[in-house]
């Protein structure tokens, strides 16, 4: 399952709805959102609590399915994938970073890179090591490497989960809340590591409440009661926002 554009965006949602069933009835949290990325664009998404927001990411990445519509993400059809096709699809091509950051405790920083390499059979088992040991200096924090998670700072921990995000080299990176856990300073150094994977060519979409972090994307996405209320380009990116 190759990665390649499709009709020149990376990802194209088409007439995107996501509906659920609860004991009040059904509520329809997204709504006929239709929108295309490019490759290397840097995206955040923002809109208050319960527009949406992840609930979209969550389209993208095939962690949730769309009840309507259609989810293509370098040309495959996400919407279409069995469960065991998505999970290989997700391993190879998605880097996914929490806000709480869900690193395994019982596993050392390193261990914790490592760990999506050996799920995904990628590099020889000798290279990931070393591998993983470079992205952890990317990151700044291969110092870090044989502690526990529960030694590193919030920002420390953080920082190893981009590293793991990164662990596959996938081509596009997503982030839900990345910085929701971090003080000021730190949540713009993980916003400077982000610009850095954006000028490596990686594709990132990041949710946010944070306007004076949106505010450094390319282009925003504002969500609003699950539809894609206005879509904005910061003048600090590839042109034009390509909402149809």
């Not at 239709?34 to 840097?42: A, K, N, P, S």
């Not at 293509?72 to 096709?85: K, Q, T």
């Not at 081509?171 to 300073?185: Q, R, S, W």
Request: some cysteine; charged content about 25%.
């Amino acid at each position: 399952m190759a990665l390649g554009s499709h009709n020149g965006a990376l990802i194209d949602l088409r007439d995107v709805v996501k509906t659920y069933e609860t004991g009040a009835g059904d509520v329809t949290v997204l709504k006929d959102v239709t929108l295309r990325v490019q490759g290397g664009e840097f995206v955040s998404i923002v809109g208050p609590s319960g527009s949406g927001k992840s609930t979209l990411l969550n389209m993208i990445t095939g962690i949730d399915r769309p009840t309507g519509g259609e989810v293509l993400v370098g040309g495959e059809a996400v919407h279409a994938l069995s469960e065991n096709e998505l999970a290989r699809w997700r391993g190879r091509y998605v880097g996914v970073i929490f806000q709480f950051f869900q690193l395994l405790p019982t596993l050392t920083v390193l261990e914790n890179v490592i760990l999506p390499m050996d799920f995904c059979k990628v590099y020889r088992r000798r290279e990931r090591k070393e591998w993983a040991m470079r992205l952890l200096e990317q990151v700044s924090i291969a110092d870090q490497a044989d502690k526990l998670p529960s030694a590193l700072s919030g920002g420390q921990q953080q920082r190893a989960a981009i590293a793991r995000a990164l662990a596959n080299d996938p081509p596009l990176v997503v982030a839900d809340e990345p910085t929701g856990n971090l003080d000021t300073v730190t949540a713009a150094e993980v916003f400077v590591l982000f610009e850095k994977l954006v000028s490596q060519g990686k594709t990132l979409m990041v949710v946010t409440h944070d306007r004076s972090l949106s505010a450094q994307t390319e282009r925003v996405l504002h969500l609003l009661d699950g539809r894609l209320h206005r879509d904005e380009n910061n003048g600090n990116g590839k042109g034009p926002s390509t909402l149809r």
